[in-house]
């Protein structure tokens, strides 16, 4: 069974760091491009990075670029986000999420699995 | 940016169709995928690739996509598929990335 848990969230204030991890499990880890999709509180989904099998392609939304890093381990089965100079505006329930596609690359595939997501809140 | 426009909101009788669109430039171009996220959880894949369904979906989910429009279609509409849908595409034209619609709240009345 594919399991993908998220950790890492909390709350922080404006301009800290915090580095979101997501555990997945039940799949060959290293088969697969991974993303972060995130949503605010009562708003709907934003993308905000995809990283492929070997970290050869990376991806940003124009919001996050600059200040968010992806990235992947994948001896650990583990996927990261660390997000620096966070603000207000990251809150948000953060999603890691599974590709569809086995090829490893980033390519246009759907996310067809998704962990609970861990919440950020950055406020002061 | 690659933008994808969807009514917020849909309201259809049990029993009947619900079509919830998916508007973008020449969107009949590109892969559509479609999500479906009840309260607290997590989105589901329940189309991809315009028409395509994921294991487990009912035949009631289906999907066309032409021009500058995709349309997710929900048959026999029972109560719990009142949910808010998202479509889903990879913009190609700006630097490979992914872009959500807005989000439509389907209301089962």
């Known amino acids: 069974e594919v399991q993908l848990v998220e950790s890492g969230g909390g709350l922080v204030q404006p301009g800290r760091s915090l580095r979101l991890s997501c555990a997945a499990s039940?799949?060959?880890?290293?088969?697969?491009?991974m993303h972060w999709v995130r949503q605010a509180p009562g708003k709907g989904l934003e993308w905000v990075s995809g990283?492929?099998?070997?970290?050869?392609?990376?991806g940003y939304a124009d919001s996050v670029k600059g200040r968010f890093t992806i990235s992947r381990d994948n001896a650990k089965n583990s996927l990261y986000l660390q997000m620096n100079s966070l603000r207000a505006e990251d809150t948000a329930l953060y999603y890691c999420a599974k590709v569809y596609d086995s090829s490893g690359y980033y390519t246009p595939s759907p996310f067809d699995y998704w962990g609970q997501g861990t919440l950020v809140t950055v406020s002061s | 940016s690659y933008v994808l426009t969807q009514p917020p909101s849909v309201s259809v009788a049990p029993g009947q169709t619900a079509r919830i669109t998916c508007g973008g430039n020449n969107i009949g171009s590109k892969s559509v995928h479609w999500y479906q996220q009840k309260p607290g959880q997590a989105p589901v894949l329940v189309v991809y690739?315009?028409?395509d369904r994921p294991s487990g979906i009912p035949e009631r989910f289906s999907g066309s996509n032409s021009g500058n429009t995709a349309t997710l279609t929900i048959s026999r509409v029972e109560a719990g598929d009142e949910a808010d849908y998202y479509c889903?595409?990879?913009?190609?034209?700006?630097?490979?990335?992914?872009?959500f619609g807005g989000g439509t709240k389907l209301t089962v009345l």
């Open positions: 889903q595409v990879w913009d190609s034209s700006s630097d490979h990335r992914v872009v």
């Open positions: 690739d315009d028409s």
């Open positions: 990283i492929s099998w070997n970290s050869g392609s990376i």
């Open positions: 039940g799949f060959t880890f290293d088969d697969y491009a």
